[in-house]
């Protein structure tokens, strides 16, 4: 699976657009990109997944770039609840192994 | 629908012990894998099971171990148990474990807390 790269931490303020950043410049083409985070101390949660197209769901919207070498999950309208670890994986769709690496801990302020 | 559960949720063993950690997948699904993950660092992949077969393995000792039942729940064994086992474990479940395209994404449990002493 292709390493992703992502910074450790970022805030944005309750109400605000938070645009969370991945770069994953080795991806090759049949690796999707998924986006997991995870609350303190519980279980990693589920949010979007896309291989190139841009998709939306009822959490957020992940954008990716047209060379699919980086993308960005988008929360439009972050909230106190908002505040985790997000974590961006590349994976293969029959690989079977996630590789969480670091991810971003976004901090959502009042 | 209940999603992927997990027991127990705390528990704490003495250096030498081991532990059994049991999950039971969302209904359904007929893969389940496991996860450690450290405090500070993201999970780590242990095992994933398919059809009550071992399909892959992270980079752990022999002291780990796990099966798959009929019903497709599992468990994961840890034995002679070291206080660096001290971490939350997490079990997931996908429908299938490979052609992991739109429909079969991988749904976390809460976890079980274990804590070596």
């Known amino acids: 699976d292709a390493k992703t790269t992502q910074p450790p931490s970022m805030d944005c303020a309750e109400g605000r657009a938070a645009n969370l950043p991945c770069n994953h410049s080795?991806?090759?083409?049949?690796?999707?990109v998924y986006w997991y985070r995870q609350i303190h101390s519980q279980g990693p949660q589920y949010i979007i997944h896309g291989l190139k197209n841009n998709e939306t769901n009822e959490m957020a919207s992940l954008i990716i770039t047209e060379d699919r070498k980086s993308s960005t999950l988008i929360l439009p309208h972050a909230t106190l609840r908002d505040t985790a670890v997000y974590y961006c994986i590349a994976t293969h769709a029959t690989g079977y192994a996630l590789n969480f690496g670091k991810g971003t801990s976004l901090l959502v302020t009042p | 629908d209940a999603g992927v559960t997990q027991s127990p949720t705390h528990l704490i063993k003495t250096r030498g012990q081991h532990v059994t950690l049991r999950c039971s997948p969302i209904s359904g699904h007929k893969s389940v894998s496991w996860y450690q993950q450290v405090l500070g660092q993201g999970p780590q992949f242990i095992f994933q099971?398919?059809?009550?077969?071992?399909?892959g393995r992270g980079n752990f000792p022999d002291r780990f171990s796990a099966r798959q039942f009929p019903n497709y729940s599992s468990e994961l064994n840890v034995n002679a148990l070291l206080l660096g086992d001290s971490a939350l474990y997490l079990c997931a479940s996908s429908f299938v474990v490979i052609d992991r395209a739109d429909g079969n994404t991988i749904y976390f449990g809460e976890g079980s807390w274990l804590t070596v002493v």
């Open positions: 099971y398919y059809e009550k077969e071992e399909r």
């Open positions: 080795t991806i090759s083409g049949n690796e999707y």
